[in-house]
């Protein structure tokens, strides 16, 4: 049985209405994208729905296209950005599928040849780190 509780004091909920700060990449009606602060790789940022919902489990049906469309915009953003070869996608569903943020979101990776993914919700990353990486995405966003 699937947990339908929304929280609405989770993390992402609280970047969302702008109460603790987070590097922007895009932001629309329906969804918006940030730097992850503790990346799995160069470049790692997350596709966030502004409808709020624990996961996919609970999500309404109608959130997914808008939302997917910008997951694949910003896979297209990231893979320019930083020269990658390829890009993981990751959404993860309640705890033991290995989710801790329990506001629906999705993670967006760019991969390089050889070089394995970090582990999740691992080490920070420095904030000027994220802030040239976040801006580095907004400028291939925008060309
Ligand atoms: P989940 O495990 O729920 O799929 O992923 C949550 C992600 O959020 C993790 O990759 C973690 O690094 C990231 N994260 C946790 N807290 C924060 C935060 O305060 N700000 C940002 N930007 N990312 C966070």
Redesign the pocket.
Known sequence: MAETTYDSTN??AK?LRGE?P??RVYEDDAVVA???????GQG?T?VVPKAPSR?LLDADPATFGPLFAIVQKVALAVKKAFGADGVTI???NEPA??????HL?V?VIPRFEGIPLKS???QMEKPKV?TENAGKIRGALEN
């Open positions: 993390i992402f970047i603790i987070s590097h940030f730097m992850d602060v503790m990346p799995q790692h997350l996961n990751l959404q993860f599928s290995g989710q801790t943020v329990y979101h993670h999740h919700s691992g994220l």
